[in-house]
């Protein structure tokens, strides 16, 4: 059985900081692209960051210079460090796992159930 667990998300306040963390359990993801996504109600999914296994990183430029994206072979775990939140990063965000570089949805094979993120102005 395959896992993917994020934690970390909160309630914040505008100009506040998080630090998401992604496990995953029940495989390795060894030579795999992690991702975080988020969505926002009534919105679709969309791309935030990932990481490929050698360390390439990717960002949307909504959150390029404020969020961080990172990774621990060792513990199997991917982070994301958020700063300077606003209260359009309000969203429930979610882990995913891809086998190769990706950065749209449909790429990503594996997902966490997702941590709610709430930004107050």
């Known amino acids: 059985q395959v896992q993917l667990v994020e934690s970390g998300g909160g309630l914040v306040q505008a100009g506040g900081s998080l630090r998401l963390s992604c496990a995953a359990a029940g495989r390795t993801f060894s030579g795999y692209t992690m991702g975080w996504f988020r969505q926002a109600p009534g919105k679709e999914r969309e791309f935030v960051a990932a990481?490929?296994?050698?360390?390439?990183?990717y960002a949307a430029t909504s959150v390029r210079g404020r969020f961080t994206i990172s990774r621990d072979h060792a513990k199997n775990t991917v982070f994301l460090q958020m700063n300077r939140l606003n209260p359009e990063d309000t969203a429930v965000y979610y882990c995913?796992?891809?086998?190769?570089?990706?950065?749209?949805?449909?790429?990503?094979?594996?997902w966490g159930q997702g941590t709610q993120v709430t930004v107050a102005s």
């Open positions: 990481i490929t296994w050698r360390g390439d990183t």
């Open positions: 995913a796992a891809a086998s190769s570089a990706a950065i749209r949805v449909e790429q990503y094979d594996y």
